[in-house]
């Protein structure tokens, strides 16, 4: 493990250094340039959109509406990262890596707004809703089938076994340490929970998980929101010293200060996705008049995920000073930051939580990697293959170290990036188009937009659902 551990820090040291960093950064600038700070502008749009019931569709399919686009993407993106993410961050790269989550949030909107609005223009027809998502606008957008293949086979690997390694990790991880379970029973029974629930079962108790988890977001947020208030005095205290240590001479000084921004830009992303290739999938599936509607949805989600809820566990660990000097790591230190602050009844409900965060996230994980490898093969016997193994990696991740399930994920998870990125870089002048016909209409008085295929002549016949 030790070996696999050392190359996986070396494959993360090369991918996020040389690579990812500046292209997620600059892709961001270059998308929130290019459509005039459309995050920031068309916020009061973004929030009047989410009563968009868009029930345009034909009776009798299933399609779904904005709000419902939001809620199941954001469903997706509130959880471990939120929780264990942001405390992971802090424990390696200190309380700067909160700013740098904060930038990758404020600028990466933009990048989640143009590849929502792309998944939308080229979304398909499935059997009784739309689907779609990066390998179809990789096929359709670009013609490179190998390229949509690709990355449907890195989005099954990072949300298949990747990202449910570190779910069922953290979820062992804090049960252990809130119930003191044995981690190895713990591991099993999740991962034969998880089998049960991918071989059937999955259409109720996804809909319990649709209720109960954002009920439980909502408790954690107010929970959160409560302890910044009760801890206000020492607020400013907390600002300085997370832009102190994203930009002060100590840093600079001991070479730390890239760790900083890695982390906080990585962990950032795991949580918000924006630019990943994720989203989309969900995006995709919304019955819209215009697609821009949900790209300006996607680009709201992100600032809910990471200004809102990751702030709030960001400001809970450093209100307590738990484990800043690196003794705690993971779902453990978010644990003891909200024991310090509330009692036990602190470790007991981020166990709680981040249960019913975790399982319902490795099912969600699950249906990313199974709607890409339906976009490769319909073969019963590949997709009994990819379920067995999804089964198989939920009880690693259980059995695995904190460090190992990380660095999986960050390696996976870069390469889906990277993908994604070039074919939004290549593909981002569509979704310029489209924004631009979506202000004319609203300058012209028209407060519901529509698009229809032949309406903007560059982008004839890109869509076949226009």
């Known amino acids: 493990m030790e070996i696999i551990q050392q190359w996986l820090n070396a494959a993360n040291d090369f991918l996020w250094t040389y690579i990812l960093i500046g292209l997620l950064l600059g892709c961001a600038i270059w998308f929130t340039i290019k459509t005039r700070f459309v995050q920031f502008r068309m916020l009061g749009e973004m929030v009047r959109l989410l009563g968009d019931s868009g029930n345009t569709h034909t009776k009798g399919e299933k399609h779904i509406s904005s709000f419902q686009a939001f809620a199941v993407s954001l469903a997706s993106r509130v959880g471990t990262g939120n929780l264990a993410g942001v405390a992971t961050a802090i424990a390696i790269g200190g309380p700067g890596a909160v700013f740098w989550m904060w930038v990758i949030a404020l600028f990466g909107a933009s990048s989640a707004f143009i590849e929502s609005t792309l998944a939308q223009l080229y979304k398909v027809k499935g059997k009784d809703s739309f689907i779609g998502g990066p390998a179809y606008y990789m096929q359709k957008g670009l013609g490179l ?23 069922s990790n953290t979820l062992c991880a804090a049960w252990e340490q809130a119930f003191g379970i044995d981690i190895a029973w713990l591991g099993g029974f999740i991962t034969m929970m998880t089998l049960g629930v991918i071989f059937g079962g999955i259409q109720r108790i996804a809909k319990v998980s649709s209720i109960v988890v954002p009920v439980m977001a909502l408790c954690y947020l107010v929970l959160a929101l409560g302890i910044v208030l009760f801890n206000l005095k020492e607020l400013p205290e907390v600002f300085r010293l997370i832009f102190a240590n994203a930009f002060g001479w100590e840093q600079f000084a001991g070479g730390s200060i890239g760790a900083t921004l890695m982390q906080g830009i990585r962990r950032g992303l795991f949580s918000n996705e924006a630019g990943m290739g994720s989203a989309p999938n969900v995006a995709a599936t919304a019955d819209v008049s ?71 996230s490795i099912i969600g994980n699950y249906y990313y990697g199974e709607a890409n490898i339906r976009f490769i093969t319909n073969r019963r016997s590949v997709l009994l293959v990819y379920r067995l193994l999804v089964g198989g990696m939920v009880l690693f991740g259980a059995l695995t170290s904190l460090d190992l399930a990380w660095s999986l994920a960050d390696v996976f998870m870069g390469l889906m990036t990277f993908c ?17 016909d979506y202000r004319q209409q609203k300058q012209a008085g028209i407060t519901d937009p529509v698009y229809r295929n032949g309406t903007i002549p560059d982008l004839k016949d890109k869509g076949e659902c226009w």
């Open 145 to 167: 089938s190998w390229m949509g293949i690709l990355f449907a086979v890195l989005i099954a690997i990072t949300f298949g076994f990747a990202f449910n390694s570190v779910q």
């Open 290 to 360: 215009h697609p821009v509607k949900q790209g300006l949805i996607q680009a709201l989600g992100v600032f809910t995920d990471t200004l809102v809820i990751c702030t709030c566990t960001a400001f809970i660990i450093l209100f307590s000073h738990a484990g800043i000097d690196g003794s705690l790591n993971g779902i453990q230190l978010t644990q003891q930051a909200l024991t310090n602050e509330i009692g036990n009844f602190g470790n007991i409900f981020i166990a709680i939580a981040i249960f019913l965060f975790a399982f319902s």
């Open 420 to 436: 994604n990125l070039v074919a939004i870089i290549l593909l981002g002048r569509q979704a310029f188009l489209l924004l631009k």
